[in-house]
Each structure stands twice: as C-alpha cells, then as structure tokens.
C-alpha cells in the first residue's frame, strides 16, 4: 500500500485563525442577521470606534475597500488635476490608479533594496512646485521611515496619506502606522493581517474635517439622506463584515505576533543559505510579515519558483511588473533600477500566524533543493 503524498502547502492557510474564533464569528453573525440591519449599522460604529481606539487616532471611517480608502483619501485631502504625488512603483496598482483617478501624476521614485519602501533621498530630489502630496506604502507589513519623509513634508507644505493595507497592527517608532501622516488607508481583503470575508476598508485620521468629509463621500456626497452636497461614491463597510472584524480585531496582536514568530523561524533555518536574502526589519519598525518575501539573485527566481510548485510547495511574486512598466504607465518611459530589479527577485513564501515549523522546515528544504537545481 503506497504512502500518501503530502498535501501541497498553500501560501496563506486562514482556516486555523477561522476555526479558533469560529463560535464568536459565528453569534456575531448570526446577530447581524437577527437584527436586520445590514448597512451602516451598531457594528460599523462600534468597529471604528474600536479600530481607532487600537491604532491610537481620532477617526477610523469604515469604507468598502482598501482602494476606496486611498482614493477617498486622495479626493479628501484636496489633490486636483494636475498636482504631483510622489509614490513607490513597488506596489500593488491602487496605489497609483487613487492619484491617477484624479488625472493627478503619481511621481514614482525608486525605493530601499532592503525595506523596499520609498527611498527619502529619491523622495527629496523629486519635489517639484507641483507636488502636494507623499503617498508611501508600508509594503509587507514594514512600515516606511516616516520621520524624515514628514520632515520634507512639513519644509515643502505637502500631506502624507499613508497606504497602510499590509500593515494593520505595524508601527514606527511604537506608534501605529496609520495615524504618523494626514491620514492612512487600511484594506480588509480576506488575505490581510486583519481581514474579513469579502471587501472592506478603513480611512484613519486625527483631522476632524477630513473625516468629516470622508464620511460624506462614503455615502454619496450627503451628510443628511437625499440632501448631496458634492458628488460622492457608495462606499459603506457591510454590517457583517463589520461584526466579523470586531471579533478578529480582538485577536490581531496575537495572530501578528505568530507571524513574526513564523519570520524568526524562516530567518533561522535560510541563515546558511547564501543564495537567499532574507527580509530586513529596521529598528524603527515592528515588522508585522504580512508576506515573508526573500530575494533570489544571479537569475535564478523564475526556475526556483517553478521547482518549489513541483515540490507542493507555493510562492508567490509580489510584484512581478512594477508599476511603472504596467500598460497604463508605460507612456511615461521611466527607469527606475532598485524597483526593477527587486520585481525580478523577490518570491513570498508561505506564512500565516498558525503555520507550523514543520511546514516551514518542508518549504526550506524544498528551497533548497530548488537552488541546487
């Protein structure tokens, strides 16, 4: 009788996190439906009050999407036709469609090869008289080096809105990302550090007028029903999804922790793998892993990347085309080399609070077949 074949391990796993809350989700749920009041209801208000409460702000404004929060963001702090917002071109693509969906210019300028956030001195040198905001991204869960990207804010009168959709529970200098800028822009996509199941969104600020006028946007332009005073969107955080982040968001420290502990692990059993650069996490920042991403130099990440599936084992490539080499921003003929050549190093290995190291001991040593390729 043949043994059974491993199961392939998957890039994320939620069932583990889902199964050890299953009975809180499951009464939160079941309440919201009981009640029946599904949009902009008690768990909505209660979520952002406790949402702010945690990321130490004034306001947390609940919206339908992370890409909502940053072009809510965006149209909020005033960017007009026209305007410069410098931006990391190593980034999911709703970084840039928020400032190009107000026929703005999103300024890419290249990023740290070790953070793999923005790079000040590009940021510096990028200021025009046309810029008016910086837009950084804490990609992976690492938050960008906010002190002196706030300096050259205040020295040129520019805002930050922060993208802070890897990096729910992140901080800088042990404050929360989120509130360090004018504001920041959470996602609640089901793979985040806090997720929900379906789309969902969070707009953060200490501004009362912003939030203000970010709650009016959500719910088309009108702070009274039937009485619109600018043109808005519908862009409301669900009832349910609402009640389903407010038990999750009670367990974030812990399942962040997991995956830092996870990261500890990987970085203990690659030290010896010279071909691997493992990810770097600056004394300013608790790292918060939402990927676990390595780089994978000499040419070798495609085929490495193919053998590892081969193995059963997943990765992914976050992100394979920068974005200014996708179509939409190709006109714009820019080179920018630390970006490029990261997107053709880097590969995310699986990670997930709960993963075990046995799994993690079965990716390495997949990893390291892959390499002796």
């Known amino acids: 009788?043949?043994?059974?074949?491993?199961?392939?391990?998957?890039?994320?796993?939620?069932?583990?996190?889902?199964?050890?809350?299953?009975?809180?989700?499951?009464?939160?749920?079941?309440?919201?439906?009981?009640?029946?009041?599904?949009?902009m209801g008690p768990n909505v208000k209660a979520f952002e009050q406790e949402a702010a409460t945690y990321l130490g702000v004034k306001h947390a404004v609940g919206l339908n999407s992370g890409t909502d929060?940053?072009?809510?963001?965006?149209?909020?702090?005033?960017?007009?036709?026209?305007?410069?917002?410098?931006?990391?071109p190593f980034t999911f693509f709703a970084t840039g469609e928020a400032i190009s969906h107000f026929r703005a210019t999103p300024v890419m300028v290249d990023i740290d090869p070790e953070?793999?956030?923005?790079?000040?001195d590009q940021v510096a040198a990028a200021i025009t008289e046309k810029t008016k905001m910086i837009l950084p991204v804490h990609l992976f869960g690492?938050?960008?080096?906010?002190?002196?990207?706030?300096?050259?804010?205040?020295?040129?009168?520019?805002?930050?809105?922060?993208?802070?959709?890897?990096?729910?529970?992140?901080?800088?200098?042990?404050?929360?990302v989120g509130g360090i800028g004018e504001a920041g822009a959470f996602s609640f996509f089901p793979s985040k550090n806090l997720g929900g199941c379906g789309d969902g969104g969070l707009f953060t600020t200490n501004d009362d007028a912003l939030a203000d006028t970010v709650r009016m946007l959500r719910v088309h332009?009108?702070?009274?029903?039937?009485?619109?005073?600018?043109?808005?969107v519908n862009s409301r955080l669900d009832e349910l999804q609402a009640a389903i982040l407010r038990i999750k968001l009670r367990h974030i420290d812990e399942w962040n922790q997991g995956r830092r502990s996870a990261a500890e692990r990987y970085n203990a059993l690659l030290s010896e793998v010279d071909e691997v650069t493992t990810p770097y996490e600056a004394g300013y920042t608790t790292h918060v892993y939402h990927q676990y991403t390595i780089k994978i130099g000499g040419g070798k990440r495609d085929a490495v990347q193919k053998s590892l599936e081969e193995a059963g084992?997943?990765?992914?490539?976050?992100?394979?085309?920068?974005?200014?080499?996708?179509?939409?921003?190709?006109?714009?003929?820019?080179?920018?080399?630390?970006?490029?050549?990261?997107?053709?190093?880097?590969?995310?290995?699986?990670?997930?609070?709960?993963?075990?190291?046995?799994?993690?001991?079965?990716?390495?040593?997949?990893?390291?077949g892959a390499l002796a390729r």
């Not at 009168?157 to 992140?170: M, N, S, V």
């Not at 006109?331 to 990670?351: D, F």
């Open 1 to 39: 009788m043949s043994a059974t074949a491993p199961s392939k391990v998957p890039l994320l796993d939620m069932s583990p996190e889902i199964e050890s809350i299953w009975d809180e989700l499951m009464e939160s749920v079941q309440n919201v439906f009981r009640a029946g009041q599904f949009i």
């Open 69 to 88: 929060a940053l072009i809510l963001g965006v149209h909020a702090l005033g960017i007009k036709p026209g305007d410069e917002v410098i931006t990391t």
């Open 115 to 120: 953070t793999f956030n923005l790079d000040v």
């Open 142 to 176: 690492h938050s960008a080096d906010m002190e002196p990207l706030q300096k050259l804010a205040d020295k040129h009168g520019l805002t930050i809105l922060e993208d802070c959709a890897q990096a729910f529970g992140g901080d800088y200098h042990n404050q929360k």
């Open 221 to 232: 332009g009108a702070r009274k029903k039937y009485y619109n005073e600018v043109v808005g």
């Open 313 to 368: 084992v997943s990765s992914f490539v976050y992100y394979p085309v920068p974005m200014h080499k996708l179509p939409v921003y190709a006109g714009m003929n820019l080179t920018i080399p630390i970006a490029e050549q990261c997107a053709a190093e880097v590969l995310s290995l699986p990670i997930w609070p709960k993963i075990t190291e046995e799994t993690q001991v079965r990716v390495v040593e997949a990893l390291k």
